[in-house]
């Protein structure tokens, strides 16, 4: 079946600007989870999303970071008056359900802050 | 939260070589998962696997929860290998649904 696909694949941004990323998780995965990647860097966990539960937004960097999900299906994450520390490649999974699961990524998104 | 170290951070071999990456974790885990990340950044999972083993074609992995530490095994190594290999775990307590990441394994296979 379909894996988690994420759009665009890559965006070029200037400072300032808001951006939004989207994200559609595998098809009847209940849990959707975001990730960022800096540059030659391991992930960092940024949100979580599990059925109608609150999301974790915990490891969100700044107040200039919000995240949406509609459901169970597609989730979107905006980044409000960019700033060049922003760029990284941002990635998104998915998982079947409660935890402990195994989750799946999508190709991510790379934005680049000019 | 929980600390993550893998080893070696950069590992060159001949292609056909056999190759262990390990990976340490400071607390006890509900998840763990190894993952190569390709030359287009796609994450593609290669194990699930919080405690013993299981093997998948040239690729083999144990993890010994107790004491803290899994192993991944590449053998027969091919160019298509090459890549950066990640460990990732989450924490059996607290937010055990949120990924930590090590830093990586960049490995370089030769022909």
């Known amino acids: 079946g379909a894996g988690v696909s994420q759009s665009p694949s890559n965006k070029v941004t200037e400072k300032g600007k808001d951006v939004e990323l989207r994200c559609d998780p595998i098809s009847g995965h209940t849990a959707l989870y975001w990730y960022r990647q800096r540059l030659g860097q391991g992930l960092e966990f940024l949100i979580y999303?599990?059925?109608?539960?609150?999301?974790?937004k915990s490891g969100l960097p700044s107040d200039r970071f919000s995240a949406e999900r509609t459901g169970e299906s597609v989730s979107t994450l905006t980044i409000q008056r960019t700033q060049q520390e922003d760029s990284a490649v941002y990635l998104c999974a998915s998982s079947l359900g409660a935890v402990p699961l195994e989750q799946f990524f999508g190709p991510g998104t790379r934005l680049t802050v000019l | 939260g929980i600390q993550v170290e893998q080893s070696p951070p950069d590992l060159i071999l001949q292609e056909g070589a056999n190759s262990t990456l390990r990976c340490n974790f400071s607390d006890s885990v509900n998840n763990l998962q190894w993952f190569h990340q390709n030359p287009w950044g796609q994450l593609i999972n290669l194990f699930y696997i919080p405690s013993g083993t299981k093997q998948n074609g040239r690729l083999s992995a144990t993890t010994v929860a107790t004491e803290r530490y899994s192993l991944l095994y590449i053998s027969s190594s091919q160019t298509t290998d090459s890549g950066v290999y990640f460990c990732a775990v989450s924490n059996s307590g607290g937010s055990n649904y949120k990924l930590t990441f090590g830093k990586g394994t960049l490995l370089t296979v030769n022909p």
């Open positions: 999303f599990q059925g109608n539960s609150a999301p974790d």
